[in-house]
């Protein structure tokens, strides 16, 4: 035991899982009572239905079924420990915090796996670095606060990939077949995880490759390869997701939609930013930032093609697989028309490997002068990451909800008889609901439907009406920015915001120094908006102006 303990690799990693345990379980109860994520409250909602042996089918399919089943039995077992009854169904309570507390214990395995996987690639410094940046990850800390399945998609990736690794090194067969279980619990957790599957053929290629086949014997190494791996897949897919194929119907019709609305061919209310944005581009502006910090993203452009530039050098085939891991979970889901921050989250792991596998080669270069750049690099990185995260933290975590604060001011500041219009589809005015009863919800989306006129009709409403909260950003947003594209949208917003409605704004969300550094200045407009509408929108209150 003491050797262990006297063992400073040992430390440093123990240390980083205690510190990334806080970050990760800390307030994991945020928004109760109204728990404000839409896809956390569609999940539970499952998983709340569901009640063993009689009524299996949970009706959902935009999720996988396994982390929904596993969240529903945690739930009854942990029950009935403490009850000591045989209860048979989970509350939505319930349902919210387990989801959640599986998504931050696996945001916790990531520390240690990485570093693992880090070591395996090349050396202990390496594991160190990755398992530094992964524990003060802005979006591992986001989305293990979260009981969607974000996590679950980047633990399972990084468990495929490190598998890859040790059978690369050795060849081992039974290796393939855990990566099969494992992919597919993938599966079963997001079908989008299917895109891993092109890396898995990769990873065969490479490995068949290694032995210098014939063209006949290298088709038949692929095929058995790729059956060991993708036979076993379906098997646990069937085991874990059975509704997927016994509901097949319901199951095919939720891809469908979800296809639609991902590819931009079905147009709904929530996908109007991404109108104009650029593949690629708009990742490496608007999400990368956040969820890394913006250090960070300058620096893995850099270290993405140094490494490509390594890997051929050296002809080392872990940097290929490390480079080509991420670009199949990268550019699938840059290139959809729907680019919401959640998509990027399998790709984090890949982006620390990439960062740290370079910057720990650098470090060995024999010019003295350089290694002195890249330790300065090394420091800063290590700086602004600690300072990012603990600013994200505050904002979202520590400082309140952005939602009741806003509630609270209106308490002091509104009269509970005042007539008020707010929007629909937000979830963020449930609170003001218990206070203020006179409250109409407007479809403010609707506002370019050609065969209305909506926005007379919201025009007239405000003659009778005394307060206008807009819950979060989304709609304005969107609509401020994108000019041509919602022309009505644009004009209310754009004479509200400027006092030209007869209202003036009388609340909005503070954003303090720790806020402006997490939302680059900006919380309304520097980002892709899902990456804090759901812990950490900006709430807005106007009030009719007395001469009006």
Same mark, same amino acid.
């Given at each position: ?32 009572? @109204?728990?404000? /994520?839409?896809? +956390? ?46 209860? $048979? ?9 387990? &989801? ?23 050396? *202990? *410094? ?8 992964? $524990? ?8 293990? /606060?979260?009981?969607? @399945? ?20 050795? &060849?081992?067969? %039974?290796?393939?077949? #855990? ?14 995880? &299917? ?23 290298? #088709? ?35 891809? =469908? ?15 109007? +930013? ?11 502006? =608007?999400?990368?930032? @956040? ?21 051929? *050098? ?51 270069? =024999? ?17 602004? $990451? ?61 506002? +370019? ?13 405000? /003659? ?18 994108? =000019?041509? %594209?919602? *022309? ?8 509200? @915001? ?30 892709? +908006? ?7 929108? $900006? ?10």
């Amino acid at each position: 035991m003491k050797n262990f303990l006297k063992n400073k690799e040992t430390l440093i990693i123990i240390l980083l899982i205690l510190i990334g345990g806080f970050l990760r379980f800390y307030n994991l109860n945020w928004g109760a009572p @109204f728990y404000f /994520h839409p896809d +956390e409250r569609n999940i539970a909602s499952a998983a709340s239905q569901l009640n063993f042996p009689l009524q299996m089918n949970p009706h959902f399919f935009a999720y996988g079924n396994f982390p929904i089943y596993l969240n529903y039995f945690s739930t009854i077992i942990i029950n009935v420990i403490f009850s000591l009854k045989p209860i $048979t169904q989970a509350s939505f309570e319930e349902s919210i915090i387990i &989801g959640r507390f599986y998504s931050a214990l696996l945001s916790l395995l990531i520390i240690p796996l990485i570093y693992i996987t880090g070591k395996t690639l090349k050396d *202990k *410094k390496t594991g160190i670095f990755s398992a530094f940046l992964a $524990t003060f990850s802005i979006g591992l800390i986001q989305f293990a /606060h979260f009981s969607t @399945f974000e996590t679950w998609i980047t633990f399972l990736s990084l468990v495929i990939f490190y598998l890859s690794l040790l059978f690369l090194n050795s &060849g081992n067969k %039974k290796l393939l077949l #855990i990566i099969g279980i494992i992919f597919g619990l993938l599966l079963s957790t997001k079908i989008s995880g &299917g895109f891993i599957f092109l890396y898995i053929l990769f990873l065969v290629l490479i490995n068949n490759l290694k032995n210098r086949l014939k063209p006949l014997p290298l #088709i038949k190494g692929l095929i058995v390869d790729s059956l060991i791996v993708f036979i076993p897949a379906i098997i646990i897919l069937f085991l874990t997701s059975p509704f997927a194929f016994l509901d097949f119907g319901s199951f095919l019709s939720s891809l =469908k939609y979800e296809s639609s609305v991902a590819l931009g061919t079905l147009p709904v209310f929530y996908t109007g +930013e991404f109108f104009n944005s650029a593949p690629i581009i708009f990742q490496f502006t =608007k999400i990368y930032p @956040f969820l890394l910090n913006p250090a960070l993203t300058i620096v893995f452009i850099f270290s993405f093609f140094y490494l490509i530039l390594k890997g051929i *050098k050296t002809k080392n085939p872990q940097y290929l697989i490390l480079n080509t891991c991420y670009l199949i979970l990268f550019l699938p889901q840059a290139f959809l028309f729907a680019k919401w921050t959640r998509y990027m989250m399998p790709t984090l792991p890949f982006i620390y490997l990439i960062i740290s596998l370079s910057i720990t080669n650098l470090l060995e270069v =024999k010019i003295n002068a350089i290694r002195i750049f890249f330790k300065i690099i090394f420091l800063i990185l290590g700086m602004s $990451t600690i300072i990012f995260a603990f600013s994200y933290f505050k904002t979202a975590f520590m400082s309140g909800d952005a939602r009741i604060s806003a509630v609270n001011f209106a308490k002091q500041n509104i009269p509970s008889s005042a007539l008020i219009v707010s929007e629909v589809y937000d979830l963020g005015i449930l609170p003001f609901n218990s206070f203020f009863p006179n409250i109409t919800l407007f479809n403010f989306y609707d506002l +370019e439907q050609p065969d209305n006129n909506k926005l007379g009709e919201l025009y007239s409403l405000f /003659h009778k009406t005394d307060y206008i909260i807009l819950p979060s950003q989304r709609i304005m947003k969107t609509r401020l920015l994108n =000019k041509q %594209k919602f *022309k009505n949208g644009n004009e209310f917003y754009s004479l509200l @915001f400027n006092n030209k409605l007869g209202y003036r704004k009388v609340y909005e969300t503070p954003c303090d120094i720790f806020c402006k550094i997490t939302y680059l200045g900006n919380p309304v407009s520097s980002l892709e +908006e899902t990456a804090n509408v759901f812990d950490r929108p $900006t709430v807005f209150i106007f009030k009719k102006m007395k001469n009006d």
